[in-house]
């Protein structure tokens, strides 16, 4: 009988392995501004390094250039912008197995300009258990601005909100205990330039002044009433009349010492219109 060897037969089967592809993770990029030194990270993940960076369509700002991190895991974005201008470009990396990723930026490099500078030099003293209002306005450099409360505190009672544009910080609510109180407000731009200023406010127990309004009435048939509106800056107003006011006088006693208010009226008719602003006038308390 005859033995039949058969051939071993080894078949090896590579397991299925599908590696995820390379991907750019940075969606956007800082602003920038003229003469100042601009920096920003574009970094990438997935699929297999070495990657291969290359600027795909557009130019980077002028002054700016691009070099790729030693594990080519990201592309360093830095310089000193030379001109002002919105740079559209795109950004492609190539992973090592060939898999592409693309992103398209703009970058905005702004005037050099002036820098953000806070305007509001002093805020009006307030009293207890009278609703406190304040605006500390900012301009220049670029937005959005970022607030916050260098040092001391607040007024006990009053909050502090960021207006929607970021432009102003609006200090609002009741008062509720008497004193004097330090504070200094920071604002920062979006470029890293910072302004700050050093207010006091004085909280008194009660008000003991009383301003006496009293304007010309309107020519018209049908007005109903008029509104007060009272600032400290003459920019900013507040409605002080719980409902319409029927006479041309009227008696703000909720004023505090040592602080400058502006005053103004409108007309209200029958049917709720209400007319512009008369032309303000300025209270000094002592």
Not at 191 to 214: D, E, F, K, R
């Amino acid at each position: 009988m005859k033995h039949w060897i058969l051939p071993l037969l080894l078949v090896v089967f590579a397991s299925g392995y599908v590696a995820s592809s390379v991907v750019i993770t940075t969606t956007s990029l800082p602003k920038g501004r003229v003469n100042t030194a601009y920096s920003a990270v574009i970094n990438a993940s997935g699929g297999c390094t070495p990657y291969k960076w290359a600027i795909a369509s557009g130019a980077l700002p002028a002054g700016v250039t691009a070099t790729a991190s030693n594990t080519t895991a990201s592309l360093n974005l830095f310089g000193t912008p030379t001109i002002a201008a919105t740079d559209s470009f795109a950004v492609e990396v190539t992973g090592c197995e060939g898999h592409v990723s693309q992103v398209f930026y703009e970058v905005a490099i702004q005037p050099r300009g002036s820098y953000v500078a806070i305007t509001t030099t002093s805020l009006p003293n307030g009293t207890v258990n009278t609703g406190y209002s304040a605006v500390i306005n900012a301009s220049g450099g670029c937005t959005p601005y970022k607030w916050t409360l260098a040092f001391g505190a607040l007024p006990a009672g009053v909050t502090a909100t960021v207006s929607s544009t970021t432009t102003s910080l609006n200090l609002s609510g009741t008062p509720s205990t008497a004193a004097s109180d330090s504070l200094a407000i920071k604002v920062t731009g979006c470029g890293g330039h910072i302004s700050q200023v050093s207010y006091n406010v004085v909280i008194q127990p009660t008000a003991n002044h009383v301003v006496a309004l009293n304007w010309n009435g309107s020519t018209t048939n049908d007005v109903a009433g008029y509104n007060v509106y009272r600032g400290s800056d003459g920019v900013t107003w507040n409605r002080i009349n719980a409902g319409l006011v029927a006479s041309t006088l009227y008696s703000d006693s909720n004023v505090a010492n040592s602080t400058t208010y502006y005053y103004a009226t409108t007309a209200v008719d029958i049917y709720g219109h209400e007319s512009n602003k008369s032309p303000s006038i300025q209270a000094a308390i002592p």
